[in-house]
């Protein structure tokens, strides 16, 4: 094995948290991926030999990158902002997935959709600094240079996204299997143009996001009876609704038309009710998750 042989597999090693941080930085697989390839390319460029921690090395050239990234984009329109649903992880029988199922579970892990949506909202240095201290524990004292500020202003900047995200986003209170079982009723009643029983499900406050992209409808419903109404109409539209799936590790659904997969759902339960939904079910980012319907 020459050295660059031995370097690429060293980078393997830790190509999963990277994809991870990526993923969680920029809320798109693909994204995700680029970053992951240029901090690859640096390393390559670069060679590990005064490298003295190599996973830390890669995860705060990935997260320079994946600021960089994020301040491109520019902001987002607000009605875009609202309605944007980042690129869900799924996994599910026969299957069904994006990408191995290892990487998937690293992926989605502690992390969903619901979460991505707020941190959308944050800039990108507040994302940069809650996403590498609070979901990987990387130290201020690393993190503040990628942010051009002190250790301090660091620590605040988290502090900042930390009250931000947790007055925003919605978190379930439910095990996998009570998620399931409040997800299936849902799907029940909605087949079966059930309006009383979505209601059930349904807290009375519950936020759907629907990003169906550029030829699609992107809206944000409120309130039970809007969203119930609206899963009933989808019912009737004739795509083949509720094949089970895990979306970012929590209860979620597929639904096909003609064998092709049209959306993908996630849920979050509180209180043995749906407090948040999330649809996506823009054509084109549908298919570049590589999904199959039955």
Do not use: K
């Amino acid at each position: 094995m020459n050295e660059h042989e031995f370097l690429a597999q060293r980078f393997e090693e830790h190509r999963p948290r990277l994809r991870a941080v990526a993923y969680r930085m920029l809320g798109s697989l693909s994204e995700a991926d680029d970053a992951v390839q240029e901090a690859w390319l640096r390393l390559s460029r670069a060679g590990a030999d005064e490298v003295d921690n190599l996973g830390g090395w890669l995860t705060t050239v990935v997260g320079r990158v994946c600021l960089t990234m994020l301040r491109s984009r520019g902001r987002r329109a607000e009605e875009s902002l609202e309605t944007h649903v980042p690129d869900p992880v799924v996994d599910g029988p026969g299957g069904l997935g994006t990408g191995d199922p290892e990487e998937r579970a690293l992926l989605a892990d502690s992390v969903s959709l619901a979460l991505l949506v707020v941190l959308e909202t944050l800039s990108p240095a507040e994302r940069l600094a809650f996403v590498l201290h609070d979901l990987f524990a990387l130290p201020f004292d690393d993190i503040a240079p990628l942010v051009g500020r002190s250790t301090q202003a660091t620590r605040q900047l988290a502090s900042r996204a930390r009250r931000r995200v947790r007055g925003a986003a919605p978190a379930s209170d439910a095990d996998l299997a009570t998620q399931r079982r409040v997800v299936d009723a849902f799907l029940t009643a909605a087949r079966g143009g059930d309006l009383e029983g979505l209601l059930a499900v349904l807290d009375p406050d519950v936020v759907l996001r629907s990003d169906g992209g550029a030829r699609g409808p992107t809206t944000v419903v409120r309130g039970a009876r809007s969203v119930a109404e609206g899963a009933i109409a989808f019912g009737r539209g004739g795509s083949g609704g509720g094949r089970p799936v895990l979306v970012n590790g929590a209860a979620g659904a597929a639904a096909w038309r003609d064998g092709r997969v049209v959306s993908v759902a996630s849920f979050t339960v509180a209180g043995g009710r749906v407090v948040d939904m999330t649809i996506l079910a823009d054509p084109e980012r549908i298919a570049a998750l590589g999904l199959t319907g039955p």
